[in-house]
Structures are given as structure tokens and as C-alpha cells.
């Protein structure tokens, strides 16, 4: 809320000494502006399409040149009605200690902003909520993990997690067999595969 307030109140700063720049610049300079702002704005609009911030945030190149041309016309009309008003030294000065306010305030943001991969880094380390024990499946259930293994299997290149699965998948197996043996043979006797379904095979469903 604080930084908001503090941003409205430079705009309306802004928005008074950019009037005054443009009452006091002859207009000689003034077209020469508007021609520099426009060359601006124009190469803004070209180079944008091959920003990585462009492509991120889905700004067309048409907006990109027309905000870099804004903030052109509103610095240099802002510089300009300051001069005006307080004279060179000063309005250097403001410009300077402006500037680094600016900078401070960026870098505190970014020292506020989550890390890229915090989030990814938190959930490797958390451990993953634990699995519900194979003989509390239902036999459906059941099948649909065996599946489902296999696939994870097939994308997984962490060997822990490997091993994991193989042990699990091992355990959905015996689970299977335990319950239904002879669906189990069946299933094996027509060619078992390792993302098969064994549940056509089956005649227990709880």
C-alpha cells in the first residue's frame, strides 16, 4: 500500500513538471522530440518480439512501442519542466537521487522475491505423502496402479525412485496373485505384459 501511494504521488510529480516541459519547449524541439520518440517507439517495436520478457509476458510489439515512446516523451518533457523550474544543478541532483531510489527500490523487491526453483527445490526435499498399502486397494484399484507403474517407470531417472517402483510394482504383483490366483496364471499364460491390464483376467472385485 505504501509503495503504491509513493508510486501515485512521482506520477502526479511527474504528470506537473511533464506539463511544464511541454509549455516551456519551443516548438522546434518539441517536433524534434516527437520525431526522436517516434524512432524510439518504432525500434522498441521491432527488438520486441525477440525479448525473452516479451515472450513471457505475451506484449505485442505494438504496445512495446508505444510504451517505450510514452516513457521517452514523459522523461524528457519531465527533465525538461524541471529545468525550467529549479535549473540545471538541481534538477540534476533530483534526477540523481531519484535514480537511486528507483534502483534501491528494485533491489529490495528482488531481494523479497522467491528464488527461480524455490519451489521446485522445497518439493524435491519434502518427502511424498505416503503410499496407501497395497492389500487396501481394491482390486481395480489395483490394476489401474500396475498400469499406471509402468508408465512412471518408463519416464522416471531418479535410480532410488527406480528401485521404488520396481519394489512396488512387485507388490501389486504378489497383491494380485494372493487374490485371485488362477485369473493370475491366466493372465500370465496369455502373454503378461508390463503395461498390461490383468484386470479382464480377474474374477475378484472388492
Do not use: K, N
Not at 12 to 29: D, I, K
Not at 156 to 172: M, N, T
Amino acid at each position: 500500500m505504501r509503495a503504491r501511494t509513493a508510486w501515485s504521488a512521482a506520477a502526479l510529480v511527474a504528470g506537473v513538471f511533464a506539463t511544464l516541459g511541454v509549455r516551456t519547449t519551443p516548438p522546434g524541439e518539441l517536433v524534434g522530440l516527437a520525431v526522436l520518440g517516434l524512432a524510439v517507439g518504432i525500434l522498441v517495436a521491432a527488438l520486441a518480439p525477440h525479448t525473452a520478457r516479451a515472450a513471457r509476458t505475451r506484449i505485442t510489439a505494438l504496445r512495446a512501442g508505444a510504451l517505450a515512446a510514452a516513457i521517452f516523451f514523459a522523461l524528457c518533457f519531465t527533465v525538461s519542466g524541471m529545468l525550467a523550474a529549479f535549473g540545471g544543478w538541481v534538477t540534476a541532483s533530483l534526477v540523481v537521487v531519484c535514480a537511486v531510489a528507483a534502483l534501491a527500490a528494485g533491489l529490495r523487491r528482488r531481494a523479497h522475491r522467491p528464488a527461480a526453483g524455490t519451489a521446485d527445490a522445497v518439493a524435491a526435499v519434502t518427502p511424498p505423502p505416503p503410499a496407501r498399502p497395497v492389500a487396501a486397494l481394491s482390486t481395480d484399484e489395483l490394476c489401474t496402479a500396475w498400469r499406471r507403474s509402468y508408465f512412471q517407470l518408463l519416464v522416471s531417472r531418479d535410480a532410488q525412485g527406480r528401485r521404488r517402483l520396481v519394489q512396488r510394482r512387485q507388490e501389486y504383483l504378489d497383491e494380485i496373485e494372493r487374490r485371485d490366483r488362477s485369473g493370475f496364471l491366466r493372465w500370465l499364460a496369455d502373454g503378461a505384459r508390463a503395461g498390461g491390464d490383468p484386470g479382464p483376467y480377474l474374477t475378484t472385485r472388492r
